[in-house]
């Protein structure tokens, strides 16, 4: 089969240690990619335990490897679910991406946020593809953590000699003029250069978006409350449930999603609150939180990435509560943003005062929405990412496949039996 007419594969990698951004992002660009060429299968490979629980188009696939998690107080990593050592757990989540990526011998490797993935898991991995002549791409969101907090991490990590020797490029996923995730790292000029910013990644609804039988029955405008994963959303909960109780005059309701990762005494707690208020509703989960933002008549958040994606498509007025804890990140977007006019930003720096979110609250209506304000290219991001995809696919370089490894883009549809198939070197 001709290079340039045979079935392409991309490989994602998201480790998704905590929470929803990651794997969010990544079946983001993966629906993009297929949407845009159908001849183009994505697989991912991903730590997180909520991946089944989305929605992909035909094309796209997942491997799933031991979960773990991440103690916010700490930082130290432990295993999710498994009752063996974290260093176990990821010995194996190592061995799983690479033969993965040996298997499966991608046309195009990209790597979510961490260069070389949780605790050097993905290195395997890059170096066997890298050594075949796969294009290796790391993607990156607009803002990583304060510069010196991320600078230190990095020397620690060892990563700019991977991003100097193993990627061929970096993908920013934002705009420099709101933020450089890489200033104030000491990096040589090749890095620089293979350097491109992408834009924002655009967020639409499925073409059967359903909203939550939980809301449906919500009369007029409400507010949507939004913990993002929730594994650390309980603060902004209570402080938004306290401005309802000390504050009547709050002109819309609210719907507030905990997300899965909150602790059930805490959404217990919450929903009992909340239960004395007839336009106040809650819910735990939604794998399509864009439906009921586009719904809402605003947004209370925290700030994460592909929220404040979701806001800027959706054109939403916003108040963010940026977490400062483990990392700046949240806070460092939502300045910028605030400063440039997308988004209002409601500090905790001075505790958290029921009078304060309920005034916030009260002046959200009268907020201007994200689109009064002119960025150029600030929603381009899918469209960039595909153009970039598809220069990688335009001589697709998979390298020879394993000795004893079939080729099964050479099996016939209807042969069932993989041992009847004699092994086929791939041709690139």
Not at 76 to 83: F, H, I, P
Not at 129 to 134: F, H, I
């Amino acid at each position: 089969m001709p290079a340039n007419s045979r079935p392409k594969r991309v490989l994602l990698y998201s480790h998704d240690s905590f929470g929803l951004g990651h794997v969010s992002r990544c079946r983001t660009i993966a629906n993009a990619i297929v949407e845009a060429d159908h001849s183009v299968s994505v697989l991912i490979v991903s730590g997180s335990p909520m991946i089944g629980s989305y929605e992909f188009r035909s094309g796209i696939d997942f491997v799933r490897v031991p979960g773990v998690v991440k103690q916010i107080d700490t930082g130290e990593y432990d295993s999710a679910n498994l009752r063996v050592g974290v260093e176990h757990t990821l010995e194996m989540r190592t061995r799983i991406i690479r033969d993965t990526a040996d298997i499966y011998r991608p046309d195009l490797f990209i790597v979510d946020k961490e260069p070389l993935g949780l605790r050097g898991e993905v290195g395997p991995a890059l170096r066997l593809l890298k050594d075949r002549g796969t294009p290796l791409v790391l993607g990156l969101r607009d803002v990583m953590d304060d510069p010196a907090a991320l600078a230190a991490e990095w020397d620690r990590k060892n990563v700019v000699p991977a991003l100097r020797d193993l990627y061929d490029e970096i993908w920013v996923y934002g705009l420099p003029q709101i933020n450089k995730p890489m200033a104030g790292i000491d990096l040589p000029p090749s890095v620089r250069h293979k350097t491109v910013y992408t834009g924002y990644l655009y967020r639409d609804l499925p073409l059967h978006a359903d909203i939550p039988h939980e809301v449906e029955e919500i009369d007029g405008p409400f507010i949507l409350v939004t913990a993002g994963g929730g594994g650390d959303g309980e603060d902004l909960v209570d402080w938004v449930l306290s401005a309802y109780e000390s504050d009547s005059n709050i002109p819309y309701g609210a719907v507030i999603v905990f997300g899965p990762f909150m602790s059930a005494s805490a959404r217990e707690a919450f929903k009992e609150r909340a239960a004395k208020f007839h336009n106040i509703r809650t819910l735990t989960f939604t794998n399509n939180l864009g439906a009921l933002m586009k719904r809402a008549a605003g947004v209370v958040a925290m700030g994460g990435y592909n929220t404040f994606c979701e806001i800027l498509s959706f054109d939403k007025r916003a108040i963010i509560v940026p977490r400062t804890k483990p990392r700046l990140e949240q806070f460092i977007r939502a300045r910028a943003a605030r400063t440039l006019g997308l988004i209002e930003m409601l500090s905790a720096d001075n505790g958290r005062p029921p009078h304060a979110m309920a005034t916030a609250l009260r002046q959200l209506p009268q907020q201007g929405v994200p689109s009064d304000v002119i960025v150029p290219g600030l929603l381009d991001g899918l469209g960039n990412v595909w153009r970039l995809v598809a220069k990688q696919l335009m001589h697709p370089h998979r390298g020879p496949a394993p000795l004893d490894a079939p080729d099964w883009t050479s099996v016939p549809a209807g042969d069932a039996d993989p041992a009847a198939v004699a092994p086929v070197r791939a041709r690139t």
